[in-house]
């Protein structure tokens, strides 16, 4: 039997370690259970699948992930965190040998003890697009999962072509992942509450559009295109390409107007300029 943390558990936790919530950390603990139950509901976590949990704090989501999950994997950058967890679970789970906790940097983990298939997580402010690509990247068997993020960031992730929001993070993302609004957030779910408002974003991972090193390069794309994002495609790229009319001859092979701006094309176009660099022989 499980049993879910409340605000009341939470501050007097917070309180019994002395705890008190890291900006720098981006610590905003989430203090309402019913959240946690909606997020593992629309994220549909099944008995079968390794939920993979990126900042647990002091456990909100992880005992509602255990509840839900065969096993939870839990990242956690603050020592104390990390150490008080397994303890938490315990008194308020029978699940407690179903987790495991690693205590590091999010970034820096390149492999795990098993292989997740589902991402759950109330993710950092400062870090969440990184954290969301690294492990998109680096866990091929991650599937789908539901990431709690600020809502600015969350309408990035999702923009499509076109939109004031498409940039960087919406393009990079796409060459993982199909991504998605699924819900709104209040501000009065987390202790302390934060200053900007958050939703969150689903996300079915999709066959990639290419290898490795193909992406190296569409990413070397995107970056140049989104650099100065107002400036014509032609004029964006030549840093990357090595001239304005280098740039206009790979974007004419490639099919796509050079007049446009990176906001206009999709994760395919920038494959289309990436492989038309290629086969033009620039930079090989």
Known sequence: MTTLLGATEIRALAAAMDLKPAKALGQNFVIDANICRKIVRLADVRSSDIAL???????????????????????????????????????????KSNLTVIQ????????????????????????????????????????????????????RL????????YGIPSVKAAWWAQMSHVGGVSRSV?????????????????????????????FAAIDGAFAQRRKMLRSALKDWLGSSAIAESVLVKAGIDPTLRGEALKIEHFCAIAIAKRELGIGS
Do not use: C
Request: charge should be negative; aromatic fraction near 4%.
């Open 53 to 95: 949990e990126i900042g647990p704090g002091l456990g909100s989501l992880t005992l509602a992930l255990l509840d839900e999950a065969a096993h939870v994997i839990a990242v956690e950058i603050d020592s104390r965190l990390a150490s008080q967890l397994p303890v938490t679970i315990a008194s308020h789970s029978d699940k």
């Open 104 to 155: 590091a940097d999010a970034l820096g983990i390149n492999e795990l003890p098993m292989q997740p298939n589902v991402l759950v997580a109330n993710l950092p402010y400062n870090v969440s697009v990184p954290v969301l690509l690294h492990y998109l990247e680096t866990f091929p068997t991650l599937r789908s999962g539901v990431v709690m993020v600020q809502a600015e960031v969350a309408d």
């Open 158 to 165: 999702v923009a499509q072509p076109g939109k004031k929001d």
């Open 190 to 218: 987390f202790w302390p509450a934060p200053n900007v408002d958050s939703k969150l974003v689903g996300f079915t991972r999709r066959d990639t559009p290419g290898d490795e090193a193909l992406r190296l390069e569409v």
